[in-house]
């Protein structure tokens, strides 16, 4: 299945046992990644909300144009080496270090190159300020580079408990930064001290918790090995974030500061839903499904489980965040952010596809299978261009660039599906049936919550009957019909209730 060079140097060692093959449980594994997100994004979450109200939209407009070249750079220091060691079956002691002075170096070229064309970016968007901004912004890249290290070695080892504390204080230290600053009226250099607080913190406590440090150690023949793997990774990720960023590069040319506020706060919320509970399953299936690379059943069995339940969670709860997005907006934010609700309702729309699109592309990860990858993401990118040229060109709106946004999503799920049709026996017709029970509920549910804004209660009361409303209707479909994915988280929990009970019973028996 493999077949490829740069997988099959990875797997030149079969005879070793990897530490990933020895580590904790996936549900157990999945629990401490599944905290680990609700407690860094649960906090992120609140901190942002304080913030937002102390700032205004426009400085959240600066930072958003200067992502753009963030994340762009952040996808070469990562260079895909950091996927290739958690995917390989053998890694050793001094791969982790080689792979460090890499991205090192490519992390201090890149702040080379924003250093000095920050003052050119501020003129092509005429806002001063970029340039002191980007240069101090892009220090983040330095301490990325050793975090992408870090987070390969505790994927790949399964250890997230470190990860979730460390995360979380470094969530804590970093927000009450930018909190202290945004009050004293720092304005954008809230946020700054925050994104670049938060990258430091991670860095550090990891250090401390994980106990790895980068040796004076290089083999070059190990990291060409890896980048024969990681180097079609690369590009896929560059295609991927040249088209993401390209929407927030057109509105930021073509609108202001403040627009692209907007645009990037509807982004937000459900954002942070999708990497709570999909990049939860994503950060630990990569491993997982990589164990079974060579059990096309098996392997199967997996990506359709983690699409089925995935979706099963996520697509009520972006229902229920659309239907309820004008109140929401109004009580956390205040209504000098009501202006983001149709980007919010509309990307609801678009992120509710993500946990199809990463469970078929983190099966064809684990079979070694980045030349399908690479081809995938080129294909998705001409789609989305055009698309996003349609919606620039016929449209003066930037609401229609985020409408092109969601029929890119449903191109891009079409296109991420189809591999797995020949690497996995997975057809479409097969796929669309494991999505209609969870995506039809969910819209019955969702109509019927959106009808009780015609009430025209207070917004307080509006959201509680709401969200109330519709969690209890969508679990009692779930219930009447006998989902299977919902009976399965059923009964998943009854078993961990009563493994739980039974270690209880026979730690105090032993007492």
Same mark, same amino acid.
């Given at each position: 299945?493999?077949?490829?060079?740069?997988?099959?140097?990875?797997?030149?060692?079969?005879?070793?046992?990897?530490?990933?093959?020895?580590?904790?449980?996936?549900?157990?594994?999945?629990?401490?990644?599944?905290?680990?997100?609700?407690?860094?994004?649960?906090?992120?979450?609140?901190?942002?909300?304080?913030?937002?109200?102390?700032?205004?939209?426009?400085?959240?407009?600066?930072?958003?144009?200067?992502?753009?070249?963030?994340?762009?750079?952040?996808?070469?220091?990562?260079?895909?080496?950091?996927?290739?060691?958690?995917?390989?079956?053998?890694?050793?002691?001094?791969?982790?270090?080689?792979?460090?002075?890499?991205?090192?170096?490519?992390?201090?070229?890149?702040?080379?190159?924003?250093?000095?064309?920050?003052?050119?970016?501020?003129?092509?968007?005429?806002?001063?300020?970029?340039?002191?901004?980007?240069?101090?912004?892009?220090?983040?890249?330095?301490?990325?580079?050793?975090?992408?290290?870090?987070?390969?070695?505790?994927?790949?080892?399964?250890?997230?408990?470190?990860?979730?504390?460390?995360?979380?204080?470094?969530?804590?230290?970093?927000?009450?930064?930018?909190?202290?600053?945004?009050?004293?009226?720092?304005?954008?250099?809230?946020?700054?001290?925050?994104?670049?607080?938060?990258?430091?913190?991670?860095?550090?406590?990891?250090?401390? $918790?994980?106990?790895? +440090? !980068?040796?004076?150690?290089? *083999? /070059?023949?190990?990291?060409? #090995?890896?980048?024969?793997?990681? %180097?079609?990774?690369?590009?896929?990720?560059?295609?991927?974030?040249?088209?993401?960023?390209?929407?927030?590069?057109?509105?930021?040319?073509?609108?202001?500061?403040?627009?692209?506020?907007?645009?990037?706060?509807?982004?937000?919320?459900?954002?942070?839903?999708?990497?709570?509970?999909?990049?939860?399953?994503?950060?630990?299936?990569?491993?997982?499904?990589?164990?079974?690379?060579?059990?096309?059943?098996?392997?199967?069995?997996?990506?359709?489980?983690?699409?089925?339940?995935?979706?099963?969670?996520?697509?009520?709860?972006?229902?229920?965040?659309?239907?309820?997005?004008?109140?929401?907006?109004?009580?956390?934010?205040?209504?000098?952010?009501?202006?983001?609700?149709?980007?919010?309702?509309?990307?609801?729309? $678009?992120?509710?596809? +993500? !946990?199809?699109?990463?469970? *078929? /592309?983190?099966?064809?990860? #684990?079979?070694?299978?980045?030349? %399908?990858?690479?081809?995938?993401?080129?294909?998705?990118?001409?789609?989305?261009?055009?698309?996003?040229?349609?919606?620039?060109?016929?449209?003066?709106?930037?609401?229609?660039?985020?409408?092109?946004?969601?029929?890119?999503?449903?191109?891009?799920?079409?296109?991420?599906?189809?591999?797995?049709?020949?690497?996995?026996?997975?057809?479409?017709?097969?796929?669309?049936?494991?999505?209609?029970?969870?995506?039809?509920?969910?819209?019955?549910?969702?109509?019927?919550?959106?009808?009780?804004?015609?009430?025209?209660?207070?917004?307080?009361?509006?959201?509680?009957?709401?969200?109330?409303?519709?969690?209890?209707?969508?679990?009692?479909?779930?219930?009447?019909?006998?989902?299977?994915?919902?009976?399965?988280?059923?009964?998943?929990?009854?078993?961990?209730?009563?493994?739980?009970?039974?270690?209880?019973?026979?730690?105090?028996?032993?007492?």
């Amino acid at each position: 299945m493999r077949g490829k060079k740069g997988a099959v140097l990875l797997s030149a060692h079969h005879e070793r046992h990897d530490t990933m093959k020895k580590g904790p449980s996936v549900i157990r594994s999945l629990g401490f990644k599944y905290a680990e997100r609700m407690l860094c994004q649960g906090t992120s979450f609140v901190i942002q909300i304080i913030l937002a109200r102390l700032l205004d939209p426009s400085d959240y407009g600066v930072l958003t144009i200067l992502a753009i070249f963030i994340t762009i750079s952040q996808v070469f220091v990562q260079s895909g080496l950091n996927t290739a060691l958690i995917q390989a079956d053998d890694v050793e002691e001094e791969d982790y270090s080689s792979v460090f002075w890499v991205s090192l170096a490519i992390a201090i070229f890149f702040y080379g190159l924003l250093y000095v064309g920050a003052p050119s970016i501020a003129r092509f968007f005429n806002i001063p300020l970029l340039t002191r901004v980007l240069r101090v912004l892009a220090l983040i890249l330095i301490p990325g580079a050793l975090n992408s290290i870090q987070q390969a070695r505790i994927t790949r080892e399964m250890k997230f408990k470190s990860l979730m504390w460390s995360s979380f204080a470094a969530a804590l230290i970093s927000g009450a930064i930018g909190i202290l600053f945004a009050y004293r009226g720092f304005g954008v250099w809230a946020l700054v001290a925050q994104q670049l607080s938060n990258h430091t913190a991670i860095s550090l406590l990891l250090m401390l $918790v994980v106990r790895w +440090y !980068p040796r004076f150690v290089f *083999n /070059l023949t190990r990291v060409r #090995a890896f980048f024969a793997f990681g %180097w079609k990774l690369l590009c896929s990720s560059l295609i991927n974030a040249l088209y993401q960023e390209l929407q927030s590069f057109v509105i930021g040319k073509k609108h202001s500061s403040s627009t692209l506020a907007f645009f990037n706060r509807g982004k937000q919320f459900p954002h942070l839903v999708v990497n709570n509970i999909n990049g939860s399953i994503q950060t630990v299936m990569l491993p997982v499904f990589s164990r079974e690379q060579h059990n096309v059943e098996r392997l199967k069995a997996m990506v359709r489980r983690s699409i089925v339940t995935s979706c099963f969670v996520l697509f009520p709860v972006l229902t229920l965040l659309a239907a309820t997005a004008e109140p929401i907006v109004h009580i956390l934010l205040t209504d000098k952010w009501l202006p983001c609700v149709p980007y919010l309702q509309i990307f609801c729309f $678009v992120y509710a596809f +993500y !946990p199809i699109h990463t469970a *078929n /592309l983190q099966a064809i990860n #684990a079979q070694g299978r980045s030349d %399908w990858f690479l081809r995938l993401e080129i294909i998705k990118a001409f789609l989305g261009i055009g698309v996003l040229a349609a919606s620039v060109f016929l449209f003066e709106s930037p609401i229609a660039i985020a409408a092109g946004a969601a029929v890119s999503t449903i191109l891009s799920g079409l296109v991420n599906m189809y591999p797995n049709r020949f690497l996995l026996n997975y057809k479409l017709r097969e796929q669309m049936r494991d999505l209609f029970p969870s995506a039809a509920c969910s819209l019955v549910m969702g109509s019927a919550v959106f009808l009780i804004r015609l009430a025209a209660f207070s917004p307080w009361v509006t959201l509680l009957l709401q969200l109330v409303a519709g969690t209890v209707l969508y679990i009692g479909l779930a219930e009447l019909l006998k989902l299977e994915p919902y009976l399965y988280i059923k009964r998943k929990g009854r078993d961990l209730f009563a493994a739980r009970s039974k270690r209880q019973l026979d730690e105090r028996s032993a007492s």
